[in-house]
């Protein structure tokens, strides 16, 4: 079966400072994997996603991620950070038996961005 | 600007009490998903169909939850009857999956937030 870790429920940074989300994964074929966003009261956004090729993936707002297989991880970041990037963070894999429409989802990390 | 929409966007209901929800999937989006995020459980896939049919369903409690299409344009979520524990927030995604070449994204709706007393 697969699975997400996101580590740490809440992570706090400064404006300006660097945004570091980690995400580590387990799957037993090759994954696709996948960073959602949630504002207050709102859905969820996809932020980037990786699936084949490149493994630095560029997605909105500026944010990146890098899927290293040797790690299983697929860590969120962002160099600058904003007030408006305060929202919760989900990280999500999908692949295998189940196939590529199922998403598995992390618990979330809610970022906090303080002036 | 395509979206996923959803109604009601609040429900208040008194336990043992039907609740519908609807959502309206992105217009030639061929697979819709049903989610339940709680404080406790996190995101939980409920349901998902690809072309109106029911694809994988494990996730819903089968005595209460039922969910349908009608058809390409409206996904229906039940719970009859209603019980306080599913309390939460209900999401519905849609995305276009093929075999190959698909994006594998998901387009979510902005949720139903339905209270049970």
């Known amino acids: 079966a697969q699975s997400v870790t996101q580590l740490g429920s809440h992570v706090s940074v400064s404006e300006g400072a660097l945004v570091l989300l980690r995400c580590n994964y387990s799957s037993s074929v090759p994954p696709y994997l996948f960073w959602y966003v949630q504002y207050p009261n709102q859905g969820l956004q996809l932020l980037l996603k990786?699936?084949?090729?490149?493994?630095l993936v560029k997605g909105i707002n500026g944010f990146e991620a890098e899927f290293k297989k040797s790690e299983t991880s697929f860590h969120l970041t962002k160099p600058s950070a904003h007030m408006s990037d305060a929202a919760e963070y989900f990280c999500a894999v999908s692949g295998g038996p189940t196939g590529f429409q199922k998403l598995v989802f992390g618990t979330g990390t809610r970022l906090l961005v303080s002036p | 600007d395509a979206r996923v929409t959803q109604t009601p966007r609040h429900k208040v209901t008194e336990m043992g009490q039907e609740v519908t929800m609807r959502c309206q999937p992105i217009?030639?989006?061929?697979?819709v998903f049903w989610y339940r995020q709680t404080m406790m459980q996190g995101l939980e896939l409920l349901a998902y169909?690809?072309?109106?049919?029911?694809?994988?369903d494990s996730g819903m409690p089968k005595d209460r939850f039922s969910a349908e299409m009608p058809d390409a344009t409206l996904a229906t979520l039940k719970i009859q009857p209603s019980e306080p524990r599913d309390s939460a927030v209900y999401f519905c995604a849609s995305g276009f999956f093929m075999d190959r070449g698909d994006s594998y994204e998901q387009y979510f709706g902005p949720g139903t937030r339905l209270t049970v007393t």
């Open positions: 169909f690809r072309n109106r049919a029911p694809l994988d």
């Open positions: 990786y699936t084949t090729g490149a493994t």
């Open positions: 217009l030639g989006h061929n697979t």
